[in-house]
């Protein structure tokens, strides 16, 4: 099947979209509201878009049939900061609590009972159990459309729990000890790092043009 994206419903582009592109980092994001209340939820429309500066990127949705921001995007551009935890598989139940559609005055953290750590450079705390948290500031926020925001911010700070850290000075890191957990297809679906291989990136061969002629001949 072929799907003209410009002419699929929206539920629909949303099914195509996060039902192959999988398994997606979870960007478990602790923000900060100008009220001073803490806010955690989850989101899989996230990565890594760069290293000099670090940058990742965030896709955040809005609330569905409206323009309204979420709590967390409207956290974002009102402050610039946020800190996105990864997750651990020990984590997932209480990254799932945070994904209920709270009030704005209620905090995520008390409501799953999350313990938290103080950050260095931004006001939000981390989560204490997030093998890695990483002090973000916003860089640029678009709305494209009418129903997302698209954030990249740039990594300030990262914290990694010291018993995944193998080799300090030439930081090797022990990821899959981390057990972080994806997104994948439909609702309620994720999945474990844990079935994995290795392909070392090759050289190009400089012969490979002469070889392909001469097979042609």
Known sequence: MQFDMAETAPATRYRIVSSTITPRPIAWITSLSPAGVVNAAPYSFFNAVGAEPPLIALGLMKVPGTRALKNTAANILATGEFV????????????????????????????????????????????????????????????????????????????????????????????????????THGAGWYARGTDQFQLDRPAYDPEWAAKRGAEGR
Request: with cysteine; aromatic share 4%.
């Open 84 to 183: 996105v935890n990864l997750v651990s598989e020990d984590d997932a139940a209480a990254m799932n609590a945070t994904s209920v559609d709270a009030p704005a005055e209620v905090s995520e953290v008390d409501y799953a009972d999350l313990a938290t750590l103080p950050s260095l450079k931004v006001a939000p705390p981390r989560i204490a159990t997030s093998p890695v948290s990483f002090e973000c500031r916003k860089h640029t926020a678009l709305d494209i459309g009418t129903a997302q925001t698209v954030v990249l911010a740039e990594i300030l700070v990262a914290h990694i729990a010291d018993r995944f850290v193998t080799d300090a000075e030439r930081v090797h890191l022990d990821t899959p000890a981390m057990r972080l957990i994806g997104r």
